[in-house]
């Protein structure tokens, strides 16, 4: 018999959170994000002004990452720019930010997505194909932690 709403199973532990979903229609899916909330990848800056493509960026549909800060990395760590994602494409990747890059086109970035959300947040939304800066749909939850018994 298939539920009419969301059914989230979710482990949060020291360094990923493991997110299983079973969706209205029966499917099940999973993610693993850092438990930080932060999505790390790199991406290549495009020609196009204040824009970047990351194919393997995780995100359901148009407009998924819009309002979320982006921070540009390098090598150690250190940010170089920090902005506001401005729109985002989840079929191409393509992020457009609104601060403009000192990177040549063509280049690779490091970037950290911050979508100031508890990682279970995130993987709800990155699960059920939600925006950040929209509602979840009507779910149930159920969270347990491993962070203590790691310790």
């Given amino acids: ?28 899916q999973f993610v693993k994000v850092l438990s930080s909330g932060i999505v790390k ?18 995100g359901g549909g ?9 921070r540009f990395v390098d090598n150690a ?5 920090e902005s506001i994602v401005d729109r985002s494409e989840n079929q191409s990747g393509l ?7 000192q990177v040549p086109g063509g280049s690779t970035i490091e970037y950290e ?3 100031n959300l508890l990682a279970p947040v995130l993987g709800m939304h990155l ?5 950040i800066r929209e509602r979840l ?8 932690t491993t962070k203590g018994t790691n310790a």
Avoid at 62 to 70: R, S, V
Avoid at 127 to 131: D, K, M, R, V, Y
């Fill in 1 to 28: 018999m298939k539920n009419s709403r969301w059914q989230f199973w979710i482990d949060v532990g020291g360094t990923f959170t493991d997110c299983l979903a079973t969706d209205p229609n029966g499917r099940e």
């Fill in 137 to 144: 749909p009507t779910c149930e939850i159920q969270l347990g």
């Fill in 62 to 70: 148009d407009g998924f990452w819009q309002g979320a800060t982006i």
């Fill in 41 to 58: 990848g790199s991406a290549t800056v495009l020609p196009v002004a204040n824009t970047i493509a990351d194919p393997e960026l995780k």
């Fill in 127 to 131: 699960l059920a194909e939600t925006p």
């Fill in 113 to 115: 997505l911050v979508p």
């Fill in 95 to 101: 992020i457009v930010i609104g601060e403009r890059l």
């Fill in 77 to 81: 760590g250190d940010i170089l720019v």
